[in-house]
């Protein structure tokens, strides 16, 4: 029986060898609106992975559209780097793409060097925290034309299709939505007329390329904006877009401001292709499903379930450039999975820098490649968390002869504490992606081993890399030797057990993780409230309740004026969001003054107050655990201090200085 994921689909007269599209990601690596060397590097490889096809950008369209980190298509000037750009990625075997957007009043002023970014109606974003110029009549004209020369460029410059960005709260969709136009002549009002700036921008564009170069249009399914467009306003564009120019549809989910997570853990793999679906049921064009499809088993049952035609696999891309061809030759078990953190992402484009990846320390670094070494070395690792892996995979692909030791009973290290809370489970995913893949590269590990002088004396080792991670910070409160007081690792682990009432102190990224993990403890299970539902047993209202309102009390403490500050800015505001949602109370700027028996104390300014607590949680951080080092430099052994053993930061950190310390070796 053929694998539905590598069957051909045809888009226009293009035929594409599988379903699996590589959707536009802004990776940040554009220079002056340029195609770098780092773009090409970062897609050639993609391409060689196997995906049907490749589409980059967005590019812009006009002065307004973007900036200078975006790919430019809005002057003939940029065709050279286009045209190096297309050849990248079809000389390495995929099909390729560009997408044509413009930013509207997404747009800062600070990239425009001070003009005002332009929109439908001058409705402010949240976003920005600016308000846009409401176009005229003639700008408005000139901006379809734009769009028509933008899509012309790409068809020169070689490339197999055009893609027009037209949701996510872009200019496009800006227009359809009644939230941001506001208008009263022909490009407001009813739907009809909301809709005409998209139409006619579609049409200007498929009459400059021509009947027979493939259009495709990426719009959303569901905005989730309150006062925006309904599913069925947005299912009627799409089915008006299928009437004409356009020859494939990929669904996209929410705008920049929506208040639902789209992108990060908390979302089930697959979870938004039901958009696709139904928007699928009206056309009669391939339909493209989008976000959080990151293994080929999701990706085949989406496509055999008739929910669309093709997958869009975007950021699982970047974790893994070999996806495509892994799954297709038998080999998925070496997949490593894109963990939805953004860490490397999302988060480093609010940062202004390129693209990265927490799984895989390549990406955006393809230059760096890992190449043979001349001089094999015997290296021996302490730790097999993230850090640890990492370190060894890299150092056993340059040709060295690696063994690691881990003192515990199994790998993966903090990846499992941070897989504790709900919809993090990706964490875990990825601690045996990486035992996978040391298994992969037959890597000898020693389980229940601490490495010491003696074996370390025994090994004679060419060099040591020491990944031996953090331990939970212990503060100086008293009485903290009280039988009701427990560490949030063994919390998380499940090696202690708590009462109905919780007080955590901490409350950075440990003490938010372990107040989400214990407040979903008594809340319905997701099988039993799909069956109450489906029984219509309990009212909407009810089954809410029941999914979020656990059986304990939780409070959680932190002694600055910010919880969760040192989590990424792309997850951190959902779990905030969950905090209140799961009823848990929150008291930054509260010092913990002791333990009692009965709870604990806190100073709020200039007052004390006693919480009430059967278990009290410390989450107040982690401090280096790095015993070795000095053994291992007495011996006159060059030496390699990685992860939370050199300095606690996140997981990505921890993998990218195993990345580099293998290097140096």
Same mark, same amino acid.
């Given at each position: 029986?053929?694998?539905?994921?590598?069957?051909?689909?045809?888009?226009?007269?293009?035929?594409?060898?599988?379903?699996?599209?590589?959707?536009?990601?802004?990776?940040?690596?554009?220079?002056?609106?340029?195609?770098?060397?780092?773009?090409?590097?970062?897609?050639?490889?993609?391409?060689?992975?196997?995906?049907?096809?490749?589409?980059?950008?967005?590019?812009?369209?006009?002065?307004?559209?973007?900036?200078?980190?975006?790919?430019?298509?809005?002057?003939?000037?940029?065709?050279?780097?286009?045209?190096?750009?297309?050849?990248?990625?079809?000389?390495?075997?995929?099909?390729?793409?560009?997408?044509?957007?413009?930013?509207?009043?997404?747009?800062?002023?600070?990239?425009?060097?001070?003009?005002?970014?332009?929109?439908?109606?001058?409705?402010?974003?949240?976003?920005?925290?600016?308000?846009?110029?409401?176009?005229?009549?003639?700008?408005?004209?000139?901006?379809?034309?734009?769009?028509?020369?933008?899509?012309?460029?790409?068809?020169?410059?070689?490339?197999?299709? %055009?893609?027009? @960005?037209?949701?996510?709260?872009?200019?496009?969709?800006?227009?359809?939505?009644?939230?941001?136009?506001?208008?009263?002549?022909?490009?407001?009002?009813?739907?009809?007329?909301?809709?005409?700036?998209?139409?006619?921008?579609?049409?200007?564009?498929?009459?400059?390329?021509?009947?027979?170069?493939?259009?495709?249009?990426?719009?959303?399914?569901?905005?989730?904006?309150?006062?925006?467009?309904?599913?069925?306003?947005?299912? /009627?564009?799409?089915? !008006?877009?299928?009437?004409?120019?356009?020859?494939?549809? !990929?669904?996209? %989910?929410?705008? $920049?401001?929506?208040?639902?997570?789209?992108?990060?853990?908390?979302?089930?793999?697959? =979870?938004?292709?039901?958009?696709?679906?139904?928007?699928?049921?009206?056309?009669?064009?391939?339909?493209?499903?989008?976000?959080? *499809?990151?293994?080929?088993?999701?990706?085949?049952?989406?496509?055999?379930?008739?929910?669309?035609? &093709? %997958?869009? &696999?975007?950021?699982?891309?970047?974790?893994?450039?070999?996806?495509?061809?892994? =799954?297709?030759?038998?080999?998925?078990?070496?997949?490593?999975?894109?963990?939805?953190?953004? +860490?490397?992402?999302?988060?480093?484009?609010?940062?202004?820098?390129?693209?990265?990846?927490?799984?895989?320390?390549?990406?955006?670094?393809?230059?760096?490649?890992?190449?043979?070494?001349? /001089?094999?070395?015997? %290296?021996?690792?302490?730790?097999?968390?993230?850090?640890?892996?990492?370190?060894?995979?890299?150092?056993?692909?340059?040709? $060295?002869?690696?063994?690691?030791?881990?003192?515990?009973?199994?790998?993966?290290?903090? @990846?499992?504490?941070?897989?504790?809370?709900?919809?993090?489970?990706?964490?875990?995913?990825?601690?045996?992606?990486?035992?996978? +893949?040391?298994?992969?590269?037959?890597?000898?590990?020693?389980?229940?081993?601490?490495?010491?002088?003696?074996? @370390?004396?025994?090994?004679?080792?060419?060099?040591?890399?020491?990944?031996?991670?953090?331990?939970?910070?212990?503060?100086?409160?008293?009485?903290?030797?009280?039988?009701?007081?427990?560490?949030?690792?063994?919390?998380?682990?499940?090696?202690?057990?708590?009462?109905?009432?919780?007080?955590?102190?901490?409350?950075?990224?440990?003490?938010?993780?372990?107040?989400?993990?214990?407040?979903?403890?008594?809340?319905?299970?997701?099988?039993?409230?799909?069956?109450?539902?489906?029984?219509?047993?309990?009212?909407?209202?009810?089954?809410?309740?029941?999914?979020?309102?656990?059986?304990?009390? *939780?409070?959680?403490?932190?002694?600055?004026?910010?919880?969760?500050?040192?989590?990424?800015?792309?997850?951190?505001?959902? &779990?905030?969001?969950?905090?209140?949602?799961?009823?848990?109370?929150?008291?930054?700027?509260?010092?913990?003054?002791?333990?009692?028996?009965?709870?604990?104390?806190?100073?709020?300014?200039?007052?004390?107050?006693?919480?009430?607590?059967?278990?009290?949680?410390?989450?107040?951080?982690?401090?280096?655990?790095?015993?070795?080092?000095?053994?291992?430099?007495?011996?006159? @052994?060059? !030496?390699?201090?990685?992860?939370?053993?050199?300095?606690?930061?996140?997981?990505?950190?921890?993998?990218?200085?195993?990345?580099?310390?293998?290097?140096?070796?």
């Amino acid at each position: 029986m053929k694998d539905p994921l590598f069957t051909p689909v045809t888009i226009n007269t293009l035929t594409l060898e599988n379903r699996i599209y590589m959707p536009a990601m802004h990776l940040g690596m554009a220079v002056d609106f340029e195609v770098t060397d780092q773009i090409l590097d970062f897609y050639a490889l993609r391409a060689k992975g196997g995906p049907a096809m490749i589409c980059v950008g967005y590019a812009t369209v006009d002065e307004l559209s973007g900036n200078t980190q975006n790919i430019g298509a809005h002057d003939d000037r940029f065709l050279p780097g286009l045209r190096r750009l297309a050849k990248a990625i079809k000389d390495n075997g995929s099909k390729a793409a560009v997408q044509i957007n413009h930013a509207g009043r997404y747009n800062f002023s600070f990239f425009l060097n001070g003009k005002q970014p332009v929109a439908p109606s001058a409705v402010a974003s949240r976003m920005t925290k600016e308000t846009p110029k409401e176009m005229t009549l003639d700008e408005i004209k000139m901006t379809v034309k734009a769009f028509a020369s933008a899509a012309l460029r790409v068809k020169k410059a070689g490339f197999d299709a %055009v893609e027009i @960005l037209s949701g996510t709260g872009y200019l496009i969709s800006e227009f359809l939505s009644p939230l941001t136009n506001q208008r009263t002549d022909d490009y407001g009002g009813c739907l009809e007329n909301r809709m005409r700036f998209g139409l006619e921008t579609m049409a200007a564009v498929r009459k400059a390329v021509g009947d027979d170069f493939p259009l495709i249009v990426r719009m959303n399914g569901n905005d989730f904006m309150p006062g925006g467009n309904p599913r069925e306003e947005l299912k /009627e564009y799409a089915r !008006c877009l299928s009437l004409g120019p356009a020859d494939a549809l !990929c669904i996209n %989910v929410g705008w $920049h401001e929506a208040r639902v997570p789209q992108i990060v853990a908390q979302v089930p793999r697959g =979870a938004f292709a039901y958009l696709a679906r139904g928007i699928r049921e009206l056309v009669d064009v391939p339909v493209i499903a989008s976000h959080r *499809i990151n293994d080929p088993k999701t990706a085949r049952e989406l496509l055999e379930g008739g929910l669309c035609d &093709m %997958v869009a &696999m975007g950021r699982s891309l970047i974790a893994d450039p070999d996806l495509p061809v892994k =799954a297709k030759n038998g080999r998925e078990k070496e997949i490593v999975h894109c963990v939805a953190c953004a +860490q490397g992402c999302f988060d480093n484009l609010f940062k202004l820098k390129h693209v990265e990846c927490l799984c895989n320390p390549l990406a955006g670094h393809e230059h760096q490649a890992v190449e043979k070494t001349a /001089e094999p070395k015997k %290296v021996v690792i302490a730790g097999g968390g993230a850090a640890g892996m990492t370190a060894a995979l890299t150092a056993r692909r340059m040709g $060295h002869e690696v063994t690691l030791y881990e003192q515990s009973n199994r790998l993966g290290g903090q @990846l499992f504490l941070a897989a504790a809370p709900p919809g993090r489970d990706e964490f875990a995913q990825f601690a045996r992606d990486l035992e996978n +893949q040391m298994a992969a590269e037959k890597i000898p590990v020693v389980l229940n081993t601490a490495l010491d002088k003696a074996l @370390l004396e025994e090994l004679k080792p060419d060099a040591v890399i020491l990944a031996t991670g953090a331990e939970p910070l212990t503060p100086p409160i008293p009485g903290l030797d009280m039988d009701h007081v427990a560490g949030a690792w063994d919390v998380l682990e499940k090696k202690v057990h708590t009462g109905d009432k919780v007080a955590i102190i901490g409350g950075g990224a440990v003490g938010v993780e372990t107040a989400l993990f214990l407040a979903e403890q008594g809340t319905m299970p997701a099988e039993t409230l799909k069956f109450l539902l489906v029984n219509k047993a309990e009212p909407m209202e009810t089954l809410f309740e029941m999914a979020t309102r656990g059986s304990k009390q *939780i409070c959680l403490i932190e002694m600055t004026d910010k919880i969760g500050k040192d989590i990424g800015k792309s997850t951190k505001w959902g &779990m905030m969001q969950d905090l209140g949602r799961y009823g848990v109370e929150t008291l930054p700027a509260s010092k913990v003054v002791r333990i009692t028996e009965n709870g604990l104390e806190i100073e709020e300014g200039d007052k004390i107050r006693e919480i009430e607590a059967d278990t009290v949680v410390l989450a107040a951080g982690s401090a280096s655990y790095n015993p070795l080092e000095d053994t291992v430099k007495a011996l006159g @052994l060059p !030496c390699e201090v990685i992860g939370d053993a050199g300095q606690v930061a996140t997981a990505f950190d921890a993998v990218h200085s195993g990345f580099q310390a293998a290097l140096k070796i």
